[in-house]
Structure formats: C-alpha cells, structure tokens
C-alpha cells in the first residue's frame, strides 16, 4: 500500500507562484511513477504532470507547459510541482497519485493509488 499526502496549495493572486508537495509513505517509492491531477468544480479531473520512476522523463498538460514545473526526490519520498504565472482558471484542487505500472502516464486510470487533494485557488 502507499498513502499519499499533499501539502502546499492555498489562495494566490494572478501571476503568483505555489509549490505543491506530495509525501508518500509506504511501498518503495522509487518503484513508481507520479502524476499530479486537478479537479475544478464542475469538471472532470485532468492530467497535469507525471515524472518516471527516477524522474529523468517528465510530462505536462498542454495547458501548463511552460509554467509549472514537476520533480520528486527518492529519498524525501516526496514529489512536487511549482507552478508559476498562476491563473484563475488554475483554480482546482490538485491530486497526488502514483502508478505501479505508469505505461499510459496521462491517463487516470493508470493510476493506483491517490491522495486527498489540496486546494489552490488563484484570485484575479
């Protein structure tokens, strides 16, 4: 099993920065691939980024290239996300999850294990 626990969101301007963190716990966490994914209200959750095993492959929605940027240290057991130049339609809470397989690394469905989320809001 692995417990995944997000970290970091809150409320921002337009323009800001947050960084998000993601601690896991449990099965060896160099095993597997991670991703982060949001949720708006109203709308299904969406891919975001995802990092490889050793986190030399990374990934991003087409949305946040450029702007957020995905890393994970092994040893922390932890992964993260800065995300810079922040827009309201930022607004979401954002998920931690980890993949045992991580073959489809953009789709949800790919992933076996989640964490609560933690919510970002960016005011304009």
């Known amino acids: 099993q692995v417990q995944l626990v997000e970290s970091g969101g809150g409320l921002v301007q337009a323009g800001g920065s947050l960084r998000l963190s993601c601690a896991a716990s449990?099965?060896?966490?160099?095993?597997?691939?991670m991703a982060w994914f949001r949720q708006a209200p109203g709308k299904e959750r969406e891919f975001v980024a995802a990092?490889?095993?050793?986190?030399?492959?990374?990934y991003y929605g087409d949305s946040v290239k450029g702007r957020y940027t995905i890393s994970r240290d092994n040893v922390k057991k932890t992964m993260y996300l800065q995300m810079n130049s922040l827009k309201p339609e930022n607004t979401a809470v954002y998920y931690c999850?980890?993949?045992?397989?991580?073959?489809?690394?953009?789709?949800?469905?790919?992933?076996?294990?989640w964490g609560q989320g933690t919510q970002v809001t960016v005011s304009s």
């Open positions: 999850a980890a993949s045992r397989d991580f073959r489809s690394e953009r789709d949800i469905r790919e992933y076996d294990y």
């Open positions: 449990g099965r060896t966490f160099s095993s597997l691939g």
């Open positions: 990092t490889s095993w050793g986190g030399a492959r990374t």
